[in-house]
């Protein structure tokens, strides 16, 4: 052995129990304590098509309170989008923010080929969010609910 070197201390030595200790996450929020991502399951139809959206380049209520439950803070969406014209777009949006930076955006970046889009949006506690719509010649617009963080 070397004079003055000292092994380094084992993984199971620097830690209770031999190293067997467990963190307690009850009562914390956040990853790792109480939230959990939802998955919906097995829909058999879309929750909302082309004629539940207003196309007029302004934002408007989405209200999924129908679907998700009490206590969602994250609403993860399915969006499938079609458009004879580009540019077309839909913008997702927590309910009550003002601002157009921390949105979802499902583009139509080609036209009339269909673009599969999956995103969380943040929800009020109504589960209601809002999202604006291009005035665009859309051809679709197919929303699902996949699941939902609470």
């Not at 929020?29 to 097995?42: K, V």
């Amino acid at each position: 052995m070397i004079e003055g070197y000292a092994p380094p201390i084992s993984h199971h030595g620097r830690h209770e129990d031999g190293g067997d200790d467990e963190i307690d996450c009850t009562g914390l929020t956040g990853a790792g304590g109480g939230t959990s991502l939802i998955d919906r399951g097995d829909p058999a139809a879309n929750d909302k098509t082309l004629s539940d959206f207003t196309t007029d380049n302004a934002y408007h209520d989405l209200n999924l309170s129908s679907i998700v439950p009490a206590g969602a803070t994250w609403i993860l969406l399915k969006v499938v989008v079609m458009s004879s014209t580009i540019p077309a777009y839909i913008r997702f949006r927590k309910k009550g923010n003002s601002n157009s930076i921390n949105v979802a955006v499902a583009d139509c970046i080609q036209a009339n080929l269909s673009h599969p889009y999956q995103f969380l949006c943040p929800c009020d506690a109504d589960r209601v969010i809002e999202y604006y719509a291009s005035n665009s010649t859309w051809s679709s617009i197919q929303l699902s609910v996949s699941g939902w963080i609470s």
